[in-house]
Each structure stands twice: as C-alpha cells, then as structure tokens.
C-alpha cells in the first residue's frame, strides 16, 4: 500500500527579523531556519495552527 498521508509544503518566504519571540519560536517548530527554506510536514491541525499563526512570513505549497 502506498502512503496515503496528506503532507503539506510549506516555505519560508520573509525573513525573522523584527518579528515577535513567539512567531520566530512557531518558525523554528515549523522546522524552518533560512530564508526559502522548505519543509514536507504532515497535514495535521497542529502544523496548520502554526501555519496560522505566522502566515506572513510562510507560503504553503500544497
């Protein structure tokens, strides 16, 4: 059988600075550090409230 998770890219696209603690920490959980780094996250309600939460600096690429 063939892995039937739903993932979901996400990309940072803006950079931390000037940005608050906990957004820079949402960041960090996401797995992201530099500028148009890339992460394949699985499609939960969690990655996609920390999605939410720092949707200015990230671009989900489904």
Do not use: F
């Not at 993932?7 to 820079?24: C, M």
């Not at 500028?35 to 499609?43: A, H, P």
């Amino acid at each position: 059988m063939a892995n039937t998770e739903k993932t979901v890219r996400v990309r940072l696209v803006k950079g931390l600075r000037g940005v608050q603690s906990r957004h820079r920490l949402s960041v960090k959980a996401l797995g992201l550090s530099k500028l148009n780094s890339v992460r394949e996250l699985k499609d939960s309600p969690q990655v996609r409230g920390l999605i939410n939460t720092v949707y200015y600096l990230v671009r989900v690429e489904e």
